[in-house]
Every structure is written in structure tokens, then in C-alpha cells.
């Protein structure tokens, strides 16, 4: 059965840092494009960030530019994503998902080129 699960998400405070994880199973996730995705109350899931199978190429939303990065470890089936700076404006679920056509991570289609996704993780960020 083929699994993404996410997790590290939890309540921060504005300024602070958090870091996801999502765990890769069921079938071989190397070669695959990983993004972290997310989606705030009320709004539309939207693209964080993506990372090439070889973990040379990245590509984030200018939301998160700078303050978050991802990152992955094939050997253990894991993708990250390092949050920093944290804003209220973070608030979201946060979906760890997968593309196994490796996808550039600068498509502007990569939300719709996602194969496999994960059921998320809460982040919550207060004032």
C-alpha cells in the first residue's frame, strides 16, 4: 500500500520554527518529484514547494521564499520541509505529495501532476 505520512506540525508561535516530515512507503519514491502543499480554512490547497528526485532543483511559492526549505533523503524514503519566520499567515494543513513523472519543480502545473498525497498535518501559528 502505497503511503505518505506527514508529521511535526503542531501550534507555534509567530517568529518561531516547526519542522514536517513526510514518510515515503510502499513503493520506491527516489525517482519521484516531491512537494509539500497546503491549505488554510476556507481556501484552495496551494503549491509550498518541490524538490527534484536528485534534490539539485527547488522551487518555492514567493510566499515562503526564504523563510522555508525542503529537502530529501532518498536512502530513507523522507522529504522535509524546514520552516522559519513562521506568520499567522502559515496557518494550514500541510500535504506531503508525490509525482512520479518528475515533474520539474517549477511547473506551474505541479499541483495537478501529483500522483500520491498524504492525509496532512495541522501547523497553527499564533500571534
Known amino acids: 500500500q502505497v503511503q505518505l505520512v506527514e508529521s511535526g506540525g503542531g501550534l507555534v508561535q509567530a517568529g518561531g520554527s516547526l519542522r514536517l516530515s513526510c514518510a515515503a512507503s510502499?513503493?520506491?519514491?527516489?525517482?519521484?518529484?516531491m512537494g509539500w502543499f497546503r491549505q488554510a480554512p476556507g481556501k484552495e490547497r496551494e503549491f509550498v514547494a518541490a524538490?527534484?528526485?536528485?534534490?539539485?532543483?527547488?522551487h518555492y511559492a514567493n510566499s515562503v521564499k526564504g523563510r522555508f526549505t525542503i529537502s530529501r533523503d532518498n536512502a530513507k524514503n523522507m522529504v522535509y520541509l524546514q520552516m522559519n519566520s513562521l506568520k499567522p499567515e502559515d496557518t494550514a494543513v500541510y500535504y506531503c505529495?508525490?509525482?512520479?513523472?518528475?515533474?520539474?519543480?517549477?511547473?506551474?502545473?505541479?499541483?495537478?501532476?501529483?500522483?500520491?498525497w498524504g492525509k496532512g498535518t495541522l501547523v497553527t501559528v499564533s500571534l
Open positions: 524538490i527534484s528526485w536528485t534534490g539539485g532543483s527547488t
Open positions: 510502499g513503493r520506491t519514491f527516489t525517482w519521484d518529484t
Open positions: 505529495a508525490s509525482d512520479v513523472d518528475r515533474t520539474p519543480p517549477g511547473s506551474t502545473d505541479i499541483h495537478y501532476t501529483m500522483d500520491y
